[in-house]
T-cell receptor, first 115, second 111 residues
Framework: DTAVSQTPKYLVTQMGNDKSIKCEQN?????MYWYKQDSKKFLKIMFS???????INETVPNRFSPKSPDKAHLNLHINSLELGDSAVYFC??????????????FGEGSRLTVL | GQSLEQPSEVTAVEGAIVQINCTYQ??????LSWYQQHDGGAPTFLSY????GLEETGRFSSFLSRSDSYGYLLLQELQMKDSASYFC????????????FGDGTTLTVKP
């Protein structure tokens, strides 16, 4: 059973299009995240949701809109795609509890290529 | 804010020992985590140090010195499969456990 699964794994699309990535976790975690990893492998947080509520929005353009229908799902919709959006997008979850490692469990990533 | 510095690349031979350093500047420090990521794969959690000292897990150990804002990951008896990127990270409990990652160290293990 995959703990954090995201689809699709690969996305190739034209500039200006809209696309969505879906994420589901079966770990019973309260907190879910979207991270972006660029071509230099820098991992940057984009959003964090705790029990379906948006907690963190790290100055991401409003073309990116996350949605969490329940605490096991966190989707990412991207409007008007730009070349600079090409990256690998990782969904992650954790059982956030103060004092713990906050171990993140990552999905396999969705590689987005904008042409 | 949070910032973490680690070397961008390290190369070592099979069987050797390698140390990957991480220095950090954070507001509200709780501990230091390490993640491993193979090419094309997802980051996976390796270790977490909340207190000063060395934590050992098999061939991998992680060290933290809070007074020096410094930690390292020590990999012993290197194997080819250890070739990967290694990230230090700091969780922030003021921000729903969000982890800020260093820029990663690419470890290449040569035969």
């Amino acid at each position: 059973d995959t703990a954090v699964s995201q689809t699709p794994k690969y996305l190739v699309t034209q500039m200006g299009n809209d696309k969505s990535i879906k994420c589901e976790q079966n770990l019973g975690h309260d907190t879910m995240y979207w991270y972006k990893q660029d071509s230099k492998k820098f991992l940057k947080i984009m959003f964090s949701y705790n029990n379906k509520e948006l907690i963190i929005n790290e100055t991401v353009p409003n073309r990116f809109s996350p949605k969490s229908p329940d605490k096991a799902h966190l989707n990412l919709h991207i409007n008007s795609l730009e070349l600079g959006d090409s990256a690998v997008y990782f969904c992650a979850s954790s059982q956030a509890a103060s004092g713990s490692a906050g171990e993140l469990f990552f999905g396999e990533g969705s590689r987005l290529t904008v042409l | 804010g949070q910032s973490l510095e680690q070397p961008s690349e390290v190369t070592a031979v099979e069987g050797a020992i390698v140390q990957i350093n991480c220095t950090y500047q954070t507001s509200g420090f709780y501990g230091l985590s390490w993640y491993q990521q193979h090419d094309g794969g997802a980051p996976t959690f390796l270790s977490y140090n909340a207190l000063d000292g060395l934590e050992e897990t098999g061939r991998f150990s992680s060290f933290l010195s809070r007074s020096d804002s410094y930690g390292y990951l020590l990999l012993q008896e290197l194997q080819m499969k250890d070739s990967a990127s290694y990230f230090c990270a700091v969780p922030s409990w003021a921000n729903a456990g969000k982890s800020t990652f260093g820029d990663g160290t690419t470890l290449t293990v040569k035969p």
